[in-house]
């Protein structure tokens, strides 16, 4: 207990450090259509310690959201992805690509969320329409009518929003109805064994119904092999994610395959 409390504690002051230092990158891991067009990507922040080497994000980003340095984390990962953008709507090639960031639910708690969202936003000069901000339901431990609010705004500016996860938490159908959300994400603990699990497959099933009868796009992560794409594709998915295509990737391969 104790050695984990000291690496809580190493890593919240290396973060600190990092910060400063620019040991964060983001690495994009394209999203699919149906015909194997590249229509998306979605950014997954990733830290290089000079010492350490390589920290998951899994490992780190519950510690940040814990101390609050998810605050200014969440803020460098908006402002570098809004580059991103406006970088690839410089090039008609790469113009039409849309990008998603992972928000974390104490970033949307902030007072000054919506602000801060529209000032990088602002400031970056990008086509809103291309930036999908990914929420979890987590987000709803808080005041549900604020955070929908909040939302709103956001969406009224230009955004929009994709539920996370989906199928994990309360999947509860009042937050389909009640938040303005554009884009269900199926976990990938569903996508994994889809093709030998019937429970999972009918799971899946039911999420693309009812992400379409929301009128909602709905996107398959942890797409791994070819039977899970072949069986989605079938279930009438509309976008697709995973290791089958390829892995997160560093921004140069990422835009090679553009
Ligand atoms: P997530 O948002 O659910 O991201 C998907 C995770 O699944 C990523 O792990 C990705 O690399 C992995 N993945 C993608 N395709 C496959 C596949 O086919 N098979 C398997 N087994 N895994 C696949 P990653 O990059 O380690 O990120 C883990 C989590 O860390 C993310 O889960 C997200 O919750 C969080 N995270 C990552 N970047 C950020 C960020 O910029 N901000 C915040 N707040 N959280 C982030
Ligand atoms: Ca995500
Ligand atoms: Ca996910």
Not at 62 to 90: F, H, R, T, Y
Not at 177 to 193: A, G, M, Y
Request: with cysteine.
């Amino acid at each position: 207990m104790q050695k984990k409390i000291d690496y809580t504690t190493l890593l919240e002051k290396e973060m600190r450090h990092s910060l400063k230092t620019h040991n964060f990158v983001l690495h994009y891991q394209p999203q699919y259509d149906s015909t194997n067009q590249l229509v998306a990507a979605e950014a997954l922040i990733r830290w290089y310690h000079p010492e350490l080497g390589i920290i998951r994000p899994d490992d780190f980003i519950p510690i940040a959201e814990d101390s609050n340095l998810i605050l200014p984390i969440g803020n460098w990962v908006l402002q570098e992805a809004c580059e991103q953008l406006n970088l690839w709507q410089k090039n008609s090639k790469q113009q039409h690509i849309k990008l998603s960031i992972n928000v974390s639910a104490k970033q949307i708690w902030q007072k000054d969320f919506v602000q801060d969202v529209k000032n990088i936003v602002t400031t970056a000069n990008i086509d809103k329409s291309k930036l999908i901000l990914e929420i979890t339901e987590s987000v709803l431990l808080g005041d549900i009518n604020e955070v929908a609010q909040k939302l709103q705004e956001l969406v009224d500016f230009g955004l929009s929003f994709s539920l996370d996860d989906f199928g994990t938490g309360y999947s509860s159908l009042g937050y389909l109805k009640n938040l303005p959300i554009s884009e269900l994400k199926i976990d990938q603990s569903f996508v994994r064994d889809l093709d030998t699990n019937k429970s999972d497959l009918l799971m899946v099933k039911s999420i693309i119904a009812l992400g379409k009868n929301f009128g909602l796009s709905v996107v398959a992560e942890g797409v791994e092999t070819q039977c899970h794409f072949n069986l989605l594709k079938d279930l009438y998915c509309d976008m697709y994610q995973g290791y089958y295509f390829n892995r997160p990737l560093p921004i140069s391969e990422f835009d090679q395959l553009l």
